[in-house]
């Protein structure tokens, strides 16, 4: 069982920042894949990045202005976004994924709230 907990969200104008952080506890493997989702209202939750063990991935729409990163020690993600845009306005679950013998857990949390705005 993996418990998460998020924070940073908010409403910010176009061309802001803001920075999102999820801590997670409980039975952590240790390996596991952390990531970020989002999900608009009316549209399917998508991948906005995700981190292994110093591996990066990120969506199309996110390379080059968001920034994922872990602390270990904390089991803690974050996620960097710069240069927002209206059309990144959703609801960001901060996720965890163990992989075992070729299946995948999921974890999730329970959303944070990112409003860009004029």
């Known amino acids: 069982q993996v418990q998460l907990v998020e924070s940073g969200g908010g409403l910010v104008q176009p061309g802001g920042s803001l920075r999102l952080s999820c801590a997670a506890s409980?039975?952590?493997?240790?390996?596991?894949?952390m990531g970020w989702y989002r999900q608009a209202p009316g549209k399917e939750r998508e991948l906005v990045a995700a981190?292994?063990?110093?591996?990066?991935n990120y969506a199309d729409s996110a390379k080059g202005r968001f920034t994922i990163s872990r602390d270990n020690a904390k089991n803690t993600v974050y996620l960097e976004m710069n240069s927002l845009k209206p059309d990144d306005t959703a609801v960001y679950y901060c996720?965890?994924?163990?992989?075992?013998?070729?299946?995948?857990?999921?974890?999730w949390g329970q959303g944070t709230q990112v409003t860009v705005s004029s």
């Open positions: 409980g039975s952590i493997l240790s390996f596991n894949i």
């Open positions: 981190i292994t063990s110093g591996n990066t």
């Open positions: 996720n965890v994924r163990h992989v075992l013998y070729g299946r995948n857990y999921d974890y």
